[in-house]
């Protein structure tokens, strides 16, 4: 298999073989939900490890009856809040084993234990091949198993599985041990064994004891101590990923860096190598020093495993300050001492091997991690120890080893296997160990990958063991595709033999290119877009106020408006929501509504946003050349009907037609700005009081089907709608639900939703129609007393409805929030780019649009009249047949009146049949 490390249990039908769609392919729980899970596949997602590299346009090689839709996983209800790997370490084997049967259109991952699935998500994975000659994604086991189904059953032989990395003889950033415990995590790794202090440095800040880290780590140099937000953080982080932090604070020896800030806890040793520079066990500040350490690295790493070092080369220093003899002996008490201290804090220490050359173990639990074959084969007692074998595994560069390349670690560490056909419950597992006396941040990973990569095939699967002179091509054609994982997911492992691997467009190191895309045409584009739509449809909406202040020549359509109650405001977003979960329940099979729907609704708007365009061009000919050109035509049961309407249904109809054969971006944002018009010219709010319910219910709405949902179904609601309708598996052409505008400086589209376009847009067109009404107000909101001058009452400020002379309204609280909701789309779109996850618009736009508002109209003195809004007369005819207007505005005297008011008059019934019968324009059908 071309899976790594090799899993236990493999087949492979004689189906056809399978591919997945990135843009539509989604991770779903099942049952009872795993938060530990779920951020899994929240991170597999977000950091690109299904998919790093992206897709070109040969999805179309990819047909219906092969594509793998969807990835479920299911977690044992029992264990599925568990957090953590459990103490017991033979029985972490079983909590890390997994069965995952990949098929069409579902994938199945099934596990006991949380860990079980992120073990099997890594699987998964690896099986998706990226196929660089079609641009997709084929799911293969390896070159030669890319049939279907994919069934495997797998868990690791060992249940501790580890990596130690030394930062007492070089400082690593704490970047770099991110990194290392996040490709750990890859390789199906569990323990990091982080080799803290040693004589060279004592990196670690500690509270108890402030000056050890202070004096003693690299330089004195307080940038270089790992803090304890830091330490919590990393073994958060590695907890995440199924990993365990397993820290070593070595003593009695290597610690000369001790001195620097407790100088009276370590033994004044003339003449001996700082290397062999001992604790002063005989002192009481010395084991005064080592309790507080140790107790403090159980609040700091918690746990239950504490390495205590005891990686002694000689008892020099001792034997130079006491009697013959008494070198080992104090050595005994002293490993008694340290192993009770970390007993007491309810751990389980772990000692090197080295020590036994000069001391007996206490009769304790404990663990012996061995460098020397001959220690673990020997018959020392053994009664209460467990193993972790590095035999063979220990890199280093001085006069005592050398660097390990893979094969030599493919091949060493051989009683790993002897053991394991054993079942030897004392074998834990194994770790290599990468000391730090060449290794720094400039070539860490280099040097643990892939050789780190071939200890974790051989711990997860010991039947992998070789025979001592095989050739391991099989073994390095599966390396060489898993290192180039590892590159593709920005990892810098090294290179095994002269190959290309196709990598990641090209960023800078603190992955900058993304801020390019704050300038991104299709992110400029999109806004401008929004923009024009909310600013015709506003002005488009001033048909329906009364004819003194509408613009002149527009027409009166106010029996067509549809003002939004108090009530329905709040019951939109019930309705949606119950829509919304309609969708997310039933998505495949209502596209074929949505395309009948949309296209009828497309036909309308289309038709409202070109109709005053026609209606100009008819009467113009109608006026250069009459009789050439019926403005009119009848037909039964419907009366007369205007041609331009009839012509604007035409060409409604054809954008349509188009979409449907085309489809196309381009066609499918042409109805969606239609749309957008419409809904924004249309959908009318009364007051802010209306407008401000019903788009923070909407906030709300947009923050729990995207965000919250995941934790009630599995998924996101939102997101899952949103990917099912624009799945080109599904949906054969883009819906115009949404804008869609292709990036320039990558791959995709920029999607804007139409309801990110009308709901702010309608709040917009209110604040214009209020700036209108505002207008007719006397400039003073205050009125002379006898008593003097005071602010008007707001049952007056309602009652006044008299409009000054003079020019049009500045229009104040629209520009304020058509400005207000281009900022917060930019921001929004921006967030989007720079952070690569969703981003609710609504949750941007719906602050940045409200806040601002009612911060002016308050400074302003207008928010009372805005919350109310204009009285309902405002909006009625004035007696049967007439225009809109208010009574009071038409007794005005002429002078008063910026614009021409039109008489209400009773049209004549002969009148008007003479006048359709006399019309030589007309056309009856």
């Avoid at 190598?273 to 020093?289: C, F, L």
């Avoid at 104090?330 to 000692?351: A, D, G, K, N």
């Avoid at 699967?461 to 997911?489: G, H, I, K, S």
């Avoid at 109650?565 to 829509?579: D, E, G």
């Amino acid at each position: 298999a071309g899976i790594w490390p090799q899993v236990k249990e493999l087949e492979v039908g004689m189906g056809k073989g399978l591919c997945v769609n990135p843009s539509s392919f989604r991770v779903l729980q099942m049952g009872t939900m795993s938060l530990w899970v779920q951020r899994a596949i929240e991170r597999y997602s977000r950091d690109d490890l299904f998919f790093p590299l992206p897709v070109g346009e040969g999805l179309e090689g990819c047909p219906q009856t092969t594509l793998v839709k969807k990835l479920h996983i299911w977690v044992d209800p029992a264990n599925a809040a568990l957090e953590g790997l459990p103490a017991n370490l033979p029985s972490t084997r079983d909590e890390e084993h997994y069965y995952l049967a990949v098929d069409t259109p579902h994938a199945n991952l099934t596990c006991g234990h949380p860990v079980g699935c992120l073990r099997g998500l890594e699987t998964f994975a690896q099986l998706l091949t990226y196929d660089a000659d079609h641009g997709l994604y084929d799911v293969s086991a390896g070159p030669e198993q890319g049939g279907s189904p994919i069934i495997i059953s797998d868990a690791p032989t060992y249940g501790w599985r580890g990596v130690m990395i030394d930062t007492g003889r070089h400082y690593l950033s704490p970047r770099a041990l991110l990194r290392v415990v996040n490709t750990m995590s890859l390789n199906k790794l569990n323990v990091f064994h982080w080799h803290i202090s040693d004589t060279y440095a004592f990196p670690l800040a500690l509270e108890s004891r402030s000056a050890l880290g202070e004096e003693g780590t690299w330089e004195a140099d307080s940038s270089t101590l790992y803090s304890k937000p830091f330490v919590q953080y990393l073994v958060s982080y590695a907890a995440d990923r199924g990993i365990r932090v397993v820290p070593e604070l070595d003593s009695p020896s290597r610690v000369y860096s001790w001195g620097k800030g407790e100088p009276e806890a370590v033994t004044r040793c003339p003449g001996v190598s700082p290397e062999d520079v001992m604790i002063n066990a005989s002192g009481t500040v010395g084991m005064a020093v080592v309790e507080d350490v140790l107790q403090e690295s159980k609040t700091l790493f918690g746990g239950d495993f504490l390495h205590v070092g005891a990686d002694v080369r000689n008892l020099d220093c001792w034997e130079s300050t006491s009697s013959p003899g008494d070198a080992q002996k104090q050595l005994e008490l002293y490993l008694l001492s340290v192993f009770q201290m970390v007993r007491e804090s309810e751990r389980t220490p772990i000692v090197w091997d080295n020590v036994l050359r000069f001391a007996s173990l206490p009769e304790v639990p404990r663990i012996v991690q061995t460098v020397q074959t001959a220690v673990a084969n020997s018959s020392w007692s053994i009664r209460t120890t467990s193993l972790i074998l590095s035999n063979g595994w220990e890199g280093r560069k001085d006069e005592e080893g050398e660097v390990l390349d893979w094969k030599t670690v493919y091949r060493g560490n051989r009683e790993l296997g002897a053991r394991a056909s054993q079942d030897d419950p004392l074998v834990a597992g194994g770790e290599i160990v990468h000391w730090g006396y060449d290794l720094d941040g400039t070539n860490l990973e280099p040097r643990l990958w892939p050789a780190s990569s071939a200890a974790a095939e051989r711990l997860w699967n010991a039947d992998t063991l070789p025979a001592a002179d095989a050739t391991l091509e099989d073994v390095e054609a599966r390396l060489r595709r898993m290192r180039c994982t590892l590159v593709q997911r920005g990892v810098f492992a090294a290179p095994l033999a002269p190959e290309y691997c196709a990598l990641p467009p090209v960023t800078n190191g603190e992955d900058m290119e993304r801020w390019k895309f704050l300038v991104e045409p299709a992110t400029t584009t999109i806004t401008l877009i929004a923009f024009a739509c909310i600013y015709v449809g506003a002005h488009r909406s001033l048909m329906f106020i009364p004819s003194s202040v509408r613009v002149p020549g527009s027409v009166d359509m106010t029996e067509e408006v549809s003002v939004v109650s108090l009530k329905q405001a709040i019951l939109f977003p019930v309705v949606a929501s119950a829509f919304l979960l309609f969708c997310f329940a039933f998505i495949d099979y209502i596209i074929v509504i949505f395309t009948v729907f949309i296209s009828i609704a497309s036909v309308s708007s289309v038709a409202m946003a070109v109709l005053p365009c026609l209606e100009t061009v008819v009467t113009c000919i109608a006026a250069v050349a009459p009789g050439s050109l019926p403005t009119h035509v009848r037909f039964p049961y419907a009366g007369r009907v205007s041609v331009a309407l009839l012509a604007s249904l035409l060409v409604g109809l054809m954008a349509v037609v188009v979409w449907l054969v085309e489809s196309t971006w381009w066609a499918a944002d042409f109805l969606g700005i239609c749309l957008a018009v419409m809904g924004v010219t249309f959908l009318h709010l009364p007051n802010l009081k209306v407008a401000y319910i019903l788009l923070w219910i909407f906030f709300c709405y947009d923050l729990f089907w995207v965000f919250l949902s995941s934790y009630i179904f599995g998924e996101s609601v939102m997101e899952s709608v949103a990917v099912g309708l624009a799945d080109p598996h599904e949906v054969t052409r883009p819906l115009p639900i949404a804008l869609e505008i292709p990036y320039v400086f990558r791959d995709g589209f920029q999607l804007l939703g139409l309801g990110d376009i009308v709901l702010p847009g309608t709040l917009v067109a209110l604040l214009l129609r209020l700036d209108y009404y505002l207008a007719e107000k006397p400039s003073s909101r205050r009125r002379e007393t006898s008593e003097g001058d005071e602010e008007m009452t707001t049952d007056e400020l309602l009652e006044e409805e008299i409009r000054p002379p003079g020019a049009p309204p500045p229009k104040i609280y629209f520009t304020l929030g058509i400005v207000c909701y281009m900022l917060g789309l930019y921001t929004c779109l921006a967030f989007l780019i720079i952070f690569q996850t969703a981003q609710p618009a609504l949750i941007y736009l719906v602050p940045f649009t409200t806040i601002p508002t009612a911060i002016v109209a308050l400074y302003r003195k207008d928010f009372i009249v805005m919350w109310h809004g204009p009285p309902k007369s405002y909006f009625e005819p004035v007696g049967e047949g007439g225009v809109p207007g208010l009574i009071e505005m038409q007794e005005l005297p002429d002078e008063a009146m910026p614009y021409d008011v039109l008489e209400p008059t009773e049209p004549d019934e002969d009148e008007e049949q003479e006048d359709y019968d006399d019309d030589s324009m007309s056309v009856e059908v």
